[in-house]
């Protein structure tokens, strides 16, 4: 574990042990970089680690979602299914940590608490919750965009005498819902994963539903040599095929628009992509799905149609029919999500209206006054997401400037890169940057890419301090929020725009666009202020 102290800092300190802080140490320490990670974890994986529900997989598939920058972690891990569970994808971020001997520079069971730049020095002050601090140059963030789970709303949940659990925090030795009664709150990617598997076990399953979701089956299977062998004599056309896309997937950019096509054609066209699955390739069928109302609507019935064909009950079934603009929530990817609705032992709870007012000692009460009562409730509530984990830390820039003030009226930073007032300070695949609606994996290596990069012509030049412009960040943050306008995610609440948490501020935060950063290296960093060495106080 490389050292600190305030008179020898270290170059770069890392938050987070995920896929992100991996491969950054990695790249930095073959840049011959002073560099430590710090995770709150006891092993590597991030969000991998913490999640770990029954059901659990990755709605992006295994081929896509792994390094691609190492050909030889790609020879030699083997995926055994097309869409991973949490376990393999865990086992992965291990397998990963071995071979590149990653653990003997990450500090596990330790949680960064505060970070406190010092504009003397030109170095942050880290302050961990094992007790040990440490001094570096830089801090990169790389805390993940989900990795802070989000309690309902709902009051009273110390009142509350059986089991309740968040699909965010699992217990690590599971939790057994045989022959129990249990209520399911939440109802997006985590909840319609974590339902058929708590079905199957349960006396009864409630599922409290206030939005439905749009979901495209996976159509999992396992991989087979021919797949392999398919992936690997198309290798570069695979890593093209994914660059070339702005969301980073493996699928050809769509040509046509849904109106393009007549009736029959675009239900033949949908209809293969359903048939084969997964939620991205089936919403780049067409090109303008989150762009036009008309187009979007056509998407949006045929996947309804599916879902009055699946479940038996038409009532039911209609209830299970979102009414938002599909695809301006993160669509969901589900195994046997609509079919379970014709088990005896699920019951659909519209809370859509008649709202969960509270928990009580026996389970939740509605706002009509019925009460539920059950043996354990789990809570597939989501995140606080994208600003969560960072804002969760007592972050504190230049002139006393904390972070939670900097983004009080919603996150503003330049690229998703950095935030100005907070100098040598990074975050990875952050607010303002494609991040959570691209294949996240290959949004991580970009970002890193360019990381890494900035920190060797940081050190080649000599440069101390490096700072986001304040103008140049209003002009990210406003083309950031123009892109989003031009698309249909403003017109739909969600928590890519805050809107799931009551006083958050309501900004939409990913980038909807493709990446700019790579040009702004190109031209010598615009839009950053960089001071040279030779203007900074010693230690
Ligand atoms: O959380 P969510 P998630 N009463 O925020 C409901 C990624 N992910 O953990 O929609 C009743 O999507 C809330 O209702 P509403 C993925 O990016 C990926 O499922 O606000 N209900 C909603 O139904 C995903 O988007 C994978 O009306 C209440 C639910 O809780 C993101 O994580 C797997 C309520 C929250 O849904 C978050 O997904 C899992 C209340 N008081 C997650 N409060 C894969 O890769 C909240 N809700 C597959």
């Known amino acids: 574990m490389q050292p600190s102290t305030a008179s020898n800092p270290l170059d770069i300190l890392i938050v987070g042990a995920g896929f992100s802080g991996m491969y950054l140490l990695h790249r930095l320490r073959n840049l011959r970089f002073n560099v430590r990670v710090v995770e709150a974890a006891p092993d590597v994986g991030g969000t991998w680690w913490h999640n770990r529900y029954p ?134 990617s985590s909840g319609l994963q974590v339902a058929p598997q708590i079905a199957k076990q349960a006396k009864k399953l409630h599922i409290f539903q206030r939005s439905p979701a749009y979901s495209i089956p996976a159509r999992n299977r396992a991989l087979s040599e021919e797949d392999y062998t398919r992936f690997f004599d198309n290798i570069d056309e695979f890593d093209s095929l994914a660059m070339a896309q702005k969301g980073g997937i493996v699928v050809a950019n769509p040509t046509l628009g849904v109106q393009d096509v007549s009736p029959e054609e675009r239900e033949r066209m949908l209809g293969e992509r359903w048939a084969d699955g997964g939620a991205f390739t089936f919403l780049s069928t067409f090109k303008d799905v989150q762009m036009n109302e008309t187009s979007n609507q056509l998407v949006a019935d045929f996947v309804r149609e599916r879902i009055r064909e699946t479940v038996a009950d038409p009532a039911l079934a209609e209830k299970l029919c979102p009414k938002y603009l599909i695809a301006t929530r993160r669509t969901c990817v589900d195994i046997g999500y609509y079919e379970m609705f014709n088990r005896d032992n699920v019951e659909l709870v519209d809370v859509s209206e008649n709202k969960i007012s509270a928990f009580t000692e026996a389970g939740v009460r509605l706002a009509s006054g019925r009460e539920y009562a059950l043996d354990a409730i789990v809570l597939a509530t989501g995140y606080d997401a994208m600003t969560g984990a960072l804002l969760a830390v007592d972050v504190v820039g230049r002139d006393g400037l904390t972070a939670k003030t900097a983004w009080e009226n919603g996150p503003r930073n330049l690229l998703g890169l950095m935030i100005a007032g907070f100098p ?18 290959r949004a991580i290596e970009h970002h890193v890419d360019w990381l890494s990069n900035c920190f060797d012509y940081l050190r080649r030049e000599n440069i101390a301090c490096i700072e986001a412009d304040e103008h140049a960040q209003d002009a990210w943050v406003q083309h950031v929020n123009q892109l989003a306008d031009r698309t249909l995610f403003p017109r739909t609440p969600s928590w890519y725009i805050g809107a799931d948490i009551p006083g958050k501020p309501k900004v939409f935060m990913p980038y909807a666009g493709g990446e700019h950063a790579d040009r702004v290296a190109q031209n010598g960093y615009e839009g950053f202020r960089l001071t040279r060495e030779k203007s900074v106080a010693s230690a």
């Open 424 to 441: 040598n300070m990074f975050t990875v695949t952050g607010p303002g940057s494609p991040s959570v609606l691209a294949n996240v994996i």
């Open 55 to 188: 059901g659990l997989r990755c709605d992006v598939e295994s081929l896509e979602y792994q390094y691609s920058w190492s050909p030889e972690l790609r020879r030699e891990w083997r995926w055994s299914e097309r869409f991973s569970a949490q376990p393999e994808i865990l086992a992965y971020a291990k397998f990963v940590a071995d071979k590149l001997d990653l653990r003997r520079d990450i500090q596990f069971n330790a949680r960064v608490e505060r970070a406190v730049w010092n504009d003397d020095t030109h170095t942050w002050s880290v302050s961990l919750s094992d007790g040990s601090s440490a001094t570096a140059r830089h801090v990169v963030f790389a805390t993940g965009a989900l990795a802070t789970p989000r309690m309902p709303d709902i009051p009273g949940v110390e009142n509350y005498k059986g089991r309740i659990v968040h699909t965010g925090e699992w217990p690590m030795d599971g939790v057994d819902f045989t022959g129990i009664s249990v209520g399911l709150i939440g109802t997006g």
